[in-house]
Nanobody
Framework: QVQLVESGGGLVQPGGSLRLSCAAS????????MSWYRQAPGKQRELVAT???????NYADSVKGRFTISRDNAKNTVYLQMNGLKPEDTAVYYC???????????????WGQGTQVTVSS
């Protein structure tokens, strides 16, 4: 079994900051790409940021310069530092990880349960 547990969401005022964490646990041999997605009410889920095992990153245009994705491979954890938050950043944020459970096994994408981020005054 593999579990992804997110934390760090909450209510913050516009211009504020939050740091999300997502820890993967269970039967894990290796983790490849780790990503953050978000889904606002009435909208499709969208990709926010990704980071490879070699620490290459990619961001949605809407968060470039404000959000930073990072990872700790020893802890199987991915982070999302969110600064300069705007009301339009309000959404449920999900982490996703490509995980190989055994040597030479298939890469399988796992998802967290989501954490709510609300930006409002």
């Amino acid at each position: 079994q593999v579990q992804l547990v997110e934390s760090g969401g909450g209510l913050v005022q516009p211009g504020g900051s939050l740091r999300l964490s997502c820890a993967a646990s269970g039967s894990i041999f290796s983790i490849n790409v780790m990503s953050w997605y978000r889904q606002a009410p009435g909208k499709q889920r969208e990709l926010v940021a990704t980071i490879t095992r070699g620490f290459s990153t990619n961001y949605a245009d809407s968060v470039k310069g404000r959000f930073t994705i990072s990872r700790d491979n020893a802890k199987n954890t991915v982070y999302l530092q969110m600064n300069g938050l705007k009301p339009e950043d309000t959404a449920v944020y999900y982490c996703s990880c490509e995980i190989r459970r055994v040597v030479a096994g298939n890469w399988i994408e796992y998802w967290g349960q989501g954490t709510q981020v609300t930006v409002s005054s």
